[in-house]
């Protein structure tokens, strides 16, 4: 149920009082959720490819999907928060979404939680994926810097400690400006 113009917006107001007919929106947002995680997973694989190659074309091309699947798992965030607030209006568990589909009734609590189980790994995974994007995004950066001091030192590191006052050792690019 990812919203569109014409979607009208999540309104918990219209659940049940008790966890019959919960199963719905519950299923509905976790079926959301599972698609736009199972997007997002694409979207990290490919920009770990893309970083990996160095094509800042590419990474440039990927960002407004990525902007639109954090949309949309705002979205998602959005009708999590309405259905747990609605759970504790209606006495039901609000902790999480796993409590809450285990007080479904037998047959929605069946169906329920594998989709949960199925949403925490997916978000184990994107957890995994982004932290291997910014460990590589990193590692560059420290590359980076490390070339530039060596450009900058002309490769020579000044010593930490001089017997005799001063360092003599000038970078590259300070010496031609001078």
Not at 4 to 12: I, Q
Not at 113 to 119: F, S, T, Y
Request: proline share 6%.
């Amino acid at each position: 149920m990812t919203l569109t113009p014409d979607t009208p917006p999540f309104d918990p107001a219209n659940l049940p009082a008790t966890a019959d007919g919960w199963e719905g929106p519950l299923g509905q947002l976790l079926s959301d959720l599972s698609e736009t995680q199972t997007a997002l997973l694409d979207v990290l694989s490919r920009k770990r490819d893309l970083l990996v190659s160095g094509d800042r074309e590419g990474l440039a091309s990927i960002q407004p999907e990525e902007e639109s699947l954090a949309a949309r798992l705002m979205e998602c965030h959005q009708r999590r928060q309405g259905l747990l607030a609605a759970a504790a209006e209606r006495g039901l568990p609000k902790s999480d979404l796993r409590s809450l589909a285990d007080a479904m009734p037998d047959a929605a609590r069946k169906s329920l939680r594998p989709k949960v189980r199925e949403a925490q790994a997916r978000a184990r995974l994107l957890q995994h994926q982004s932290l291997a994007n910014w460990v590589l995004v990193q590692r560059t950066l420290l590359h980076l810097s490390q070339l530039i001091e060596i450009v900058a030192t002309g490769g020579q590191k000044a010593p930490t400690y001089e017997k005799n006052g001063q360092s003599r050792a000038g970078g590259v690019l300070m010496d031609r400006a001078a």
